[in-house]
């Protein structure tokens, strides 16, 4: 389990470009070696992908609410059609 552990922590490191370049080399030199390795890079950053729009949705839904609420404030949208009126 900690072996997993430290090749997945590896694997990011590699993909958020953590590494200094002989290390960077190396890892990819395992990469063209070892293509269950390639095949772990591949799923981290497919899961790194997904999570970064999973983020995105989330933020983009909580801006949303705040929008609508403010828009149900009366001072708010007063205001609001004030400036572009």
């Given at each position: 389990?900690?072996?997993?552990?430290?090749?997945?922590?590896?694997?990011d490191?590699?993909?958020?470009?953590?590494?200094?370049?002989?290390?960077?080399?190396?890892?990819?030199?395992?990469l063209?070696?070892?293509?269950?390795?390639?095949?772990?890079?591949?799923?981290?950053?497919?899961?790194?992908?997904?999570i970064?729009?999973?983020?995105?949705?989330?933020e983009?839904?909580?801006?949303?609410?705040?929008?609508?609420?403010?828009l149900?404030?009366?001072?708010?949208?007063?205001?609001?059609?004030?400036?572009?009126?």
């Amino acid at each position: 389990m900690r072996t997993e552990l430290d090749e997945a922590r590896q694997i990011d490191r590699y993909l958020f470009q953590q590494l200094n370049q002989d290390d960077t080399r190396e890892f990819e030199a395992r990469l063209l070696l070892n293509e269950t390795l390639a095949a772990k890079v591949d799923a981290q950053r497919t899961a790194h992908r997904l999570i970064r729009l999973y983020a995105r949705t989330q933020e983009r839904n909580r801006l949303q609410e705040i929008y609508r609420n403010l828009l149900t404030e009366k001072n708010f949208a007063d205001q609001l059609k004030n400036i572009f009126a």
